[in-house]
Every structure is written in C-alpha cells, then in structure tokens.
C-alpha cells in the first residue's frame, strides 16, 4: 500500500503564507505545514525533538526550521537535526493539488530507519 494513495486534504494552498508554519490536525498527528520560498510545501511533526517546541511557529530559512523555543535548527526535508544538537523528527508526504493541500503518509529517510 503506498503512502500518497492516503492523502488527506488539510488546507487551500493560499492560506498557507511562505516561511509562515502552521499547525494542523491530521487524524491522530500534530502536523507542522511550511511553504518554502521556493513554493515547495513541506509537512514535519510539530513536535522539536529537544523539549517539544511548536515548531510550526519557528522560523523558516530555505530548507530549514529553527525551534522557536531553544533555536535547534531542523531539516524539513529528512527532518534531521542539525549538528552540534542530535535528533530527528518525522516528515511527510505533501501534494498539492487544484490548490489545496494535501498530507499524505510517513516518509522515511535513512536516518530514521538506521540504528546506531
Ligand atoms: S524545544 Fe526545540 S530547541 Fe528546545
């Protein structure tokens, strides 16, 4: 089973500003939505790795999140986090499609999945 064939729609694609996070529902996860300066949507848990920040209200640089709480900085493409702090958050599928915008399944990366 393939993860896009799960997607559900959360939002119109213009209410989610450039660099401007938001939070959403989906089913049972808190979900952090950014759309980059480059147009592309990004979808990461909402939860920083450290202390549990709200990611969704930090800032954004390129591909990058800064935890608002204590400034981790966090890939939203592989949702890692970045050196000198440790960690990983989870990343999901997005489309957009006739303007909205859709979160589909977890993607993973291979940080995710080594074990070390
Ligand atoms: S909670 Fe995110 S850096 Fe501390």
Same mark, same amino acid.
């Given at each position: 089973? =393939?993860? !896009?064939?799960? /997607? &559900?729609?959360?939002?119109?694609?213009?209410? /989610?500003?450039?660099?401007? #996070?938001?939070? &959403?529902? &989906?089913? %049972?996860?808190? $979900?952090? /939505?950014?759309?980059? =300066?480059? @147009?592309?949507?990004?979808?990461?848990?909402?939860?920083?790795?450290?202390?549990? #920040?709200?990611?969704?209200? @930090?800032?954004? =640089?390129?591909?990058?999140?800064?935890?608002?709480?204590? %400034?981790?900085? $966090? =890939?939203? !493409?592989?949702?890692?986090?970045?050196?000198? %702090?440790? @960690?990983?958050?989870?990343?999901?599928? !997005?489309?957009? $499609?006739? @303007?909205? &915008?859709?979160? #589909? #399944?977890?993607?993973?990366?291979?940080?995710?999945?080594?074990?070390?």
């Amino acid at each position: 089973m =393939s993860a !896009t064939k799960e /997607l &559900v729609k959360v939002m119109k694609l213009e209410d /989610l500003k450039p660099l401007i #996070g938001k939070e &959403v529902q &989906v089913r %049972d996860e808190t $979900i952090a /939505l950014f759309r980059l =300066s480059n @147009g592309e949507v990004r979808a990461v848990s909402n939860r920083c790795p450290h202390k549990n #920040g709200p990611l969704a209200e @930090g800032i954004v =640089s390129g591909e990058y999140v800064f935890c608002p709480l204590h %400034d981790w900085k $966090i =890939s939203l !493409t592989t949702g890692e986090v970045q050196k000198p %702090d440790d @960690g990983c958050i989870a990343t999901y599928e !997005t489309a957009v $499609i006739d @303007g909205y &915008v859709y979160v #589909g #399944g977890l993607k993973h990366h291979e940080k995710h999945d080594l074990n070390r």
